[in-house]
C-alpha cells in the first residue's frame, strides 16, 4: 500500500498553505535539541579498499582540505548596499503589482530592510542545515557497512565543521542578526537523523539536502556582488560537489539489491524531503519579522512570476541525481509524478553529480595559480 499524502507530509494538499505556516519552530530560545538516533554502529573486519569510485573520492578529498581562516576576512561588508544590489538583480519587488498585498505601501526603506533580514535569514538557514550535515555524516561513519565510505565519510565530518564555521563567522562578523532554525528544515533533519537504515541518511542528507544545498549556493554565488560571501560560497561548493557524488556513487550500488517495495519507500522519502524544503525557502520568519500578514505574504511568494524559475533552480541538482538513482521511474513513474506536479521535472536531464566535483574544484585551481 501506498502511503497517502497525510501521511508522508501531514496534509493533503501539498499547497495548503494554512497548514505548512502552522508548522513553526515553538521553542526559539531553546540551546540544545535532541534526536533519538536508533541506528546500529557498524564495525567492518574486510578492510579491503574495493570501491574504487569511493577511493578516488577519499583521495581527492585528502589533498582538497582549505582552512577558513584563509578566506579574506578583512573584506567590509555593507550590509544595506549587498541588500539593494541584490534586489536589483533578483527582481522581487521590481515588476510586480502589489496594490492590494502587504507589500503595498513598502518604500526603500522597508525593501532594504528585508533583503537585509533575507540575508540573516538566509545564512542563518545555511548554519543549520551545516550542523545538520556534520551530525549526519558523523552517523554515516557509524552505521554504513563500507570500509571505503567510513574512510570518505570521516573526511566529510571535516568538511561539514569547517562550513559551520564559516557561516557561523560570517553572521557574527558581517551581518546583522541569527534566525532560529526553521520549522520545515528542523522536521526533515530530525527525521533523517531519526532514521535507523543507513540509506535513508544518504539520500535525505547528501541527495537531497546537499543537492539543493549546492544549487542554493551556486545561485547566491552567481547572484552576489560581494567579494567574501563569494569566495566562501565558492569554496564550500567545491566541498558540497563531492559530498553529492559520495551520496550518489554510495546509493548507486546499494540500491541494486532493493526490492521494489523498499525502492518505492525511498521515493516516499525523497518526495517528503522535497517538500519540507520547498516550504522551508516559503520564509515565514521573515514575513513575521518584518510585522507583514505572513499568509497574505506567503501568496505573494507562491504566485511570483519569478518564483517556478528559483524553485526550479533549487531542485536543478536534485532531479538528475534522482533519475540516475532509478527513483524518478520506478513504480511506474510515481517519483516523476510528483516532481511534474511540484513543477521541477524539466532539470532530470541536467548534470548529475556523480562526477561534477572535478570541475567545480575552486581550491584546487587556486592552489595551481598561486604556484605557477
Ligand atoms: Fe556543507
Ligand atoms: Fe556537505
Not at 533580514?117 to 557497512?145: D, K, R, Y
Not at 570518505?152 to 562550513?163: C, G, I, L
Not at 512570476?305 to 540516475?324: A, E, M
Amino acid at each position: 500500500m501506498s502511503a497517502t499524502n497525510e501521511q508522508m507530509i501531514g496534509r493533503a494538499e501539498v499547497d495548503d498553505v494554512n497548514a505548512i505556516l502552522a508548522v513553526t519552530n515553538s521553542d526559539v530560545d531553546e540551546v540544545a535539541h535532541a534526536v533519538r538516533a536508533e541506528a546500529d554502529a557498524i564495525f567492518t573486519w574486510d578492510y579491503e579498499q574495493s570501491r574504487k569510485a569511493l577511493h578516488k573520492l577519499y583521495e581527492k578529498a585528502k589533498t582538497s582540505q582549505w582552512n577558513a581562516n584563509d578566506l579574506p576576512w578583512d573584506t567590509e561588508v555593507d550590509q544595506e548596499a549587498v541588500a539593494i544590489a541584490n534586489r536589483a538583480l533578483n527582481g522581487f519587488g521590481d515588476q510586480m503589482d502589489f496594490k492590494g498585498t502587504p507589500f503595498e505601501n513598502w518604500g526603500d526603506k522597508e525593501w532594504i530592510e528585508f533583503g537585509v533580514q533575507s540575508q540573516n535569514w538566509t545564512l542563518s538557514q545555511f548554519m543549520h542545515g551545516e550542523q545538520g550535515a556534520l551530525i549526519c555524516t558523523a552517523q554515516i561513519v557509524e552505521t554504513v557497512p563500507w570500509i571505503d565510505a567510513k574512510y570518505y565519510a570521516s573526511t566529510q565530518v571535516m568538511d561539514e565543521a569547517r562550513h559551520v564555521e564559516v557561516f557561523a563567522r560570517y553572521l557574527d562578523t558581517k551581518l546583522s542578526g541569527h534566525y532560529p532554525i526553521n520549522a520545515h528544515l528542523k522536521m526533515l533533519l530530525d527525521d533523517i537523523i531519526a532514521d535507523s537504515r543507513w540509506d535513508m541518511t544518504y539520500l535525505g542528507m547528501q541527495v537531497m539536502v546537499e543537492g539543493l544545498a549546492l544549487a542554493a549556493f551556486g545561485f547566491m554565488h552567481q547572484m552576489t556582488t560581494e567579494p567574501l560571501i563569494k569566495k566562501l560560497l565558492r569554496y564550500v561548493m567545491s566541498d558540497e560537489a563531492r559530498h553529492v557524488a559520495f551520496g550518489v556513487l554510495s546509493l548507486q550500488e546499494y540500491y541494486q539489491q532493493l526490492s521494489a517495495s523498499e525502492i518505492r519507500e525511498r521515493q516516499e522519502f525523497a518526495f517528503e524531503a522535497a517538500v519540507r524544503m520547498r516550504d522551508r525557502f516559503l520564509q515565514q520568519e521573515v514575513w513575521e519579522r518584518m510585522g507583514v500578514d505572513v499568509k497574505e505574504a506567503v501568496k505573494v511568494v507562491l504566485t511570483a512570476p519569478d518564483r517556478p524559475i528559483f524553485q526550479g533552480l533549487l531542485f536543478s541538482k536534485i532531479v538528475p541525481n534522482c533519475k540516475k538513482l532509478g527513483l524518478l521511474d520506478a513504480a511506474d513513474g510515481w517519483l516523476r509524478q510528483r516532481f511534474t506536479e511540484l513543477g521541477v521535472i524539466q532539470f532530470e536531464d541536467w548534470v548529475d553529480t556523480g562526477e561534477e566535483y572535478t570541475t567545480l574544484d575552486e581550491v584546487a585551481k587556486d592552489r595551481e595559480q598561486a604556484v605557477a
